[in-house]
């Protein structure tokens, strides 16, 4: 075996570090360290350090190409990814500008540059990491199981929690003096207590339960590419136990979409895909008034199952239109603002990535990232009806589409980041086909 050639990723329970590539090595490790770095509070640092550590990586070996080690060498990246790195290099430039028009004063500017820099730079970074350090699907795989087994074990600590009057929040680390978001993205929480009803709800090792469902979701996707059952098992029912408890109704219906649609895509090629899509087509005549109502009523009914969220979340997207349409058009406001009662004062400009997009960054900052997101969704749909291993690309990236009609993606790519590690690995597949081991 040639000096730095991976060994094979499979033993009976592999992959172990020692068998992977050095860029794989750190992303497994990464993503299997996920529960101790959450019990420091230091996810929300952990993301960005390692994004921007091993973009620099990438640069650095395309850059020293010939002198690098057979596992160290990087590829190029495909077009798509240099799109978004455009994209959110523009998004910076948009955002100076709307704060620039808006009166911000020049500290104000900078601290909003680092946010971009933790933020919406993570996107083309882990898309980059993915694209160009042959970085095997099957490595994020297993370390999400792995993931999925220890949340497994720490379920029954969770459910018992709110039962023997443990506190919701453990603490807040330290780490909060590198600034963020909110405390809630440094701080350590047992289970959180829904305030339209006073039951509990978990949120795991995210911020907010929602984002904790998407991550489920992810690690449902995950572990249906499995290929040793124990690890399928563990994924499985932790990515499941994730979007019950944490009562995400967009995490429920990410899960039925985003497992089935990948998988259902390649039998429109089929032959008898036109003779189907007729006779539905005229079965719909007959029954479409009955079909359409019940998917109204169940529509309506999973609005209702959390009615007072579903009344703040609305009132937030109506205010961000219209102070959108009316003020910013172009650039936005430059930055969230405070809400008033009527959205029980959550800030105008989150809760939903694209209205937040055109209140912060007018139309500008909305078409800068639907570009790219557009793009990349249209590469992954032909790469899944080209090869099955087109499943998990398209999955995940449908997942993050979803969610981000739910919540602001911005703040979540820290914790969200083996989805675009593995999106960036589905896009050099489809230009070079899977990466050699």
Same mark, same amino acid.
């Given at each position: 075996m ?7 990723v499979?033993r009976?329970?592999?992959p172990?570090p020692?068998h ?13 360290l996920?529960?101790?770095?959450y ?8 993301g960005?350090?390692l ?19 057979p ?10 990814v240099?799109l ?17 028009g ?9 601290k909003?540059?680092i ?7 993570l996107?083309p970074?882990y898309?980059l ?7 095997r699907?099957?490595?994020?795989v ?6 999925g ?19 919701e ?7 909060k ?6 405390p809630?993205?440094?701080a350590v ?5 829904d305030?339209?009803n006073?039951s509990a ?12 469902? =998407?991550? $489920? *979701?992810? !690690? %449902? @996707? ?9 690890? &399928? /098992?563990?994924?499985v =029912?932790? $990515? *499941?136990? !994730? %979007? @019950?408890?944490?009562k ?6 990410? &899960? /039925?979409?985003c ?7 390649? @039998? ?17 005549i007959v ?5 359409l ?6 529509w ?5 199952m ?11 997207k109506?205010?961000?239109k ?5 003020e ?58 080209a ?9 995940v990236?449908l997942?993050?589409?979803l ?8 703040t979540q ?5 083996p ?8 896009l050099?597949?489809?230009?070079d ?5």
């Open positions: 040639q000096r730095g050639q991976p060994v094979r499979e009976e329970l592999g172990f020692e992977l590539r050095p860029a794989e090595r750190a992303v497994y490790r990464a993503i299997v996920t529960w101790p770095l019990a420091l509070g230091a996810l929300y640092v952990a960005p350090v994004g921007w550590s091993l973009a620099g990586f990438v640069v650095f070996a395309l850059y020293c190409d010939p002198l690098m080690r596992d160290l060498r990087a590829k190029a990246p495909p077009a798509l240099w978004a790195f455009l994209a959110m290099a523009g998004m910076l430039v948009v955002l100076w500008i709307g704060q620039v808006n009166g911000f004063v020049t500290g104000r500017i900078v909003s540059s946010g971009w820099a933790k933020g919406w730079a996107f970074l898309l990491i993915g694209a160009s350090l042959f970085i699907m099957e490595v994020i297993r370390a999400y199981c792995v993931v087994l220890h949340t497994l074990l720490l379920i029954p600590l969770f459910l018992a929690a709110p039962l023997i009057g443990l506190p929040r453990v603490f807040v680390s330290p780490l003096a590198v600034g963020g978001p909110g809630e993205y440094f929480f047992l289970y959180t207590i305030p339209a006073g709800r978990w949120q795991f090792f995210a911020p907010w339960s929602p984002f904790a469902g =998407l991550i $489920g *979701v992810i !690690m %449902v @996707l995950c572990a249906l590419e499995e290929k040793r059952r124990f690890w &399928l /098992v563990c994924g =029912l932790a $990515g *499941v136990a !994730m %979007v @019950l408890m944490t995400s109704r967009m995490s429920l219906i990410s &899960l /039925v979409v497992t089935a649609l990948p998988r259902a895509l390649p @039998l429109v090629l089929k032959p008898w895909a036109g003779l189907a899509l007729a006779t539905a087509s005229a079965a719909m029954v479409g008034d009955s079909v109502g019940a998917m109204s009523d169940a309506t009914r999973i609005r209702e959390r009615a007072n969220s579903t009344r703040v979340r609305d009132a937030l109506r205010i961000a219209e102070r959108w349409a009316s910013a058009y172009w650039f936005g406001h430059g930055s969230v603002e405070p809400g008033s009662h009527v959205t029980e004062h959550m800030l105008i400009g989150t809760h939903h990535t694209w209205y937040g997009l055109l209140f912060v960054r007018g139309m500008a900052g909305a078409v800068l990232f639907a570009v790219p997101v557009a793009c990349i969704l249209l590469a992954l749909i032909l790469r899944v009806l090869s099955p291993r087109g499943h998990l690309p398209l999955g990236m997942a993050l589409l969610v981000s009609f739910g919540g602001n993606l911005e790519f820290y914790i969200v980041w989805a675009l590690v593995l999106i960036g690995a589905g050099a597949e489809l230009r086909g899977p990466p050699p081991g």
